[in-house]
């Protein structure tokens, strides 16, 4: 015989009496999920509305009349209209509907609870979309552990590439540091070579323009005494008359308004004439000679080609051998040997600086693009630093839409017409706590007489990095889908749905 200890035999025991019990187990009123079972209880002689309002006898709960303003003496039919009904969806997954949507003659849950009237027969297909739900969960189950095996590898490489960002800051800042104080040096040798270049040639065009200048005064000189014919030191309005290359009309004589123009006092004396006149008389004066010697050579050369016409001999210039060279009095003489020298070394001193200066200049933009890439967001993991500038194209109608992770986002014409720019990345826009489900674009190309543009990205798990749905929702707004491992979380640790047994 074998022996029971007394502690099995009173466990055995209040099993049994337990399960003898259960059938006497009060059934739940329709519509009424099994966590809330205990509120309808008959624990007292009354139901007591969930917000407290009032109390009702428990025949009046689903006697298809509203008595608690929540609604909650009728979670098994539509008379309150702020009720919910729960189907039980045995097999499948339970939901809440509205209980205004129970017995108006459409199926709402997969097991026809809420079409209990029998106006319209509602077959359970629960099991049938329970197994299709749970075969698509299996799958995507599935690529969530090849997307989360792909994404721990780019997390591996992610944080691989910020260290090694992070090195190179070292060795960067190091060679800035020399490279500045090379940078100062330079600077000195340049401001000095500059200084010395900037004050020989100052020295030589303040030269240059005193010779001229007293140049011009002697030529003033000789033209206002070639002007004054009668010697009195003074200019008068009748002497310029007397110039006929102030006739400007080409009258034959000069009137008093044309002599006005280059006098307008009663008379002008060498200080005046060479202040105020004297540029104005000599363009003019130079002019009509031009014109005079085109003139002679116009008819010379008419001459020639009569001669020419009766067979003569015509002499060439070049024969002479002659070139002749007219100066530039206008023009500043080269130079001096000093001042070239000069010249030359504020020229080395700059070109040295500016190489140094250059180099210094690359090294900050190396040492900010590896801090910022370092400091950068990627994900809690670093997954997604490998996709940094990485570009993904989807084509939609007449569209390419392209897509450069942390970069901006585009939309190209298929017929290549134009580019335009939908959005520069700005953040990780998903809600707390799921922050890097979503990414945004923002500041892009204006529309006409409307906003900027701007992209959403939403972001999904996927065994591969691609994008693959791109849409415009609203004017000028933009909404890609983005599939990668990066999003991929460990399958093993999310919540599973709960399937009602």
Not at 146 to 173: F, I
């Amino acid at each position: 015989m074998i022996a029971v200890s007394p502690f099995l035999f009173f466990v055995v025991v209040r099993v049994f009496a337990t399960t003898q019990r259960e059938p006497d187990i009060e059934p739940l009123p329709r519509g009424v999920p099994y966590n809330k079972g205990p509120l309808y209880r008959k624990s007292s002689s009354e139901f007591v509305c969930f917000d407290g309002s009032r109390s009702i006898s428990y025949d009046h709960v689903n006697d298809d009349y509203c008595d608690c303003p929540d609604g909650s003496d009728e979670p098994g039919t539509s008379a309150c209209p702020n009720g919910k009904f729960h189907c039980a969806n045995k097999g499948h997954t339970p939901v809440d509907i509205p209980s205004s949507r129970v017995n108006d003659r459409i199926c709402d849950c997969c097991d026809g609870s809420d079409e209990y009237n029998g106006s319209v027969e509602c077959p359970n297909i629960c099991d049938e979309l329970g197994h299709s739900a749970r075969e698509e969960k299996r799958k995507q189950k599935e690529i969530e552990r090849k997307g989360y095996a792909a994404r721990k590898v780019l997390a591996a490489e992610g944080q691989k590439l910020r260290e090694a960002k992070l090195q190179e800051v070292v060795p960067l800042k190091e060679e800035k540091a020399q490279l500045t104080l090379k940078k100062e040096e330079l600077l000195q040798i340049k401001n000095a070579a500059v200084e010395k270049e900037t004050a020989l040639k100052d020295k030589h065009r303040e030269a240059w323009l005193e010779k001229s200048k007293l140049k011009k005064m002697e030529e003033s000189k000789v033209l206002f005494q070639q002007i004054d014919l009668d010697g009195s030191q003074r200019i008068t309005l009748d002497e310029i008359k007397k110039l006929e290359y102030l006739d400007n009309n080409s009258d034959g004589t000069v009137s008093e308004d044309e002599a006005k123009t280059y006098l307008n006092v009663d008379s002008a004396d060498s200080d005046h004439f060479f202040n105020e006149m004297y540029e104005k008389i000599k363009r003019q004066k130079d002019e009509h000679e031009k014109h005079r010697k085109q003139q002679e050579e116009k008819d010379a050369h008419d001459d020639l080609i009569a001669d020419e016409d009766r067979g003569e001999e015509i002499p060439s210039d070049e024969e002479d051998g002659v070139t002749a060279v007219v100066p530039d009095e206008d023009t500043m003489p080269p130079y001096d040997e000093e001042t070239l020298k000069a010249i030359e070394e504020a020229d080395v001193g700059r070109k040295n600086y500016d190489e140094v200066d250059a180099k210094v200049t690359t090294l900050d933009s190396q040492i900010r693009e590896a801090e910022s890439f370092a400091e950068q967001d990627f994900g809690t993991d670093h997954a997604w630093a490998t996709l940094k500038g990485k570009c993904f194209e989807h084509t939609e109608k007449q569209y390419i839409y392209k897509l450069c992770l942390f970069e901006r986002a585009m939309q190209i014409e298929k017929n290549g017409r134009g580019e335009t720019d939908i959005g520069n990345w700005k953040e990780w826009s998903g809600e707390l706590p799921r922050k890097y489900s979503k990414q945004s674009y923002r500041d892009g190309q204006a529309c006409w007489n409307g906003p900027q543009r701007s992209t959403e990205v939403i972001i999904q798990c996927g065994e591969d990095s691609e994008l693959i749905e791109a849409s415009e929702p609203a004017k000028c707004e933009y909404r890609f889908v983005f599939r990668t491992p990066a999003a991929c979380n460990d399958p093993d640790l999310e919540e599973p749905t709960h399937v009602e047994l």
